[in-house]
């Protein structure tokens, strides 16, 4: 069963903030989340790159490549 921990990155070392028991050996696995000005930044860029990439003018190259 999956459990989702918060945890903090102090001296370049994760620290668990949660009260868990891991056996020595668990396997985890680590979400990184974003602070607001990243995520602020990621969801410009993704409005920049659908404009370029999905737009009706670029059909005529997938026109061309069928030919």
Not at 10 to 29: M, N
Request: aromatic share 6%; no cysteine; hydrophobic share 45%.
């Amino acid at each position: 069963m999956a459990t989702t921990v918060h945890g903090v990155v102090r001296d370049g070392k994760i620290e668990v903030l949660d009260s868990i028991d891991l056996p020595e050996g668990a396997k985890i696995l680590i979400t990184l989340v974003p602070d607001d000005e990243s995520r602020f930044w990621l969801g410009v860029s993704q409005i920049a790159l659908d404009a370029i990439w999905d737009n009706p003018e670029d059909d005529v190259y997938a026109q061309l490549l069928e030919k």
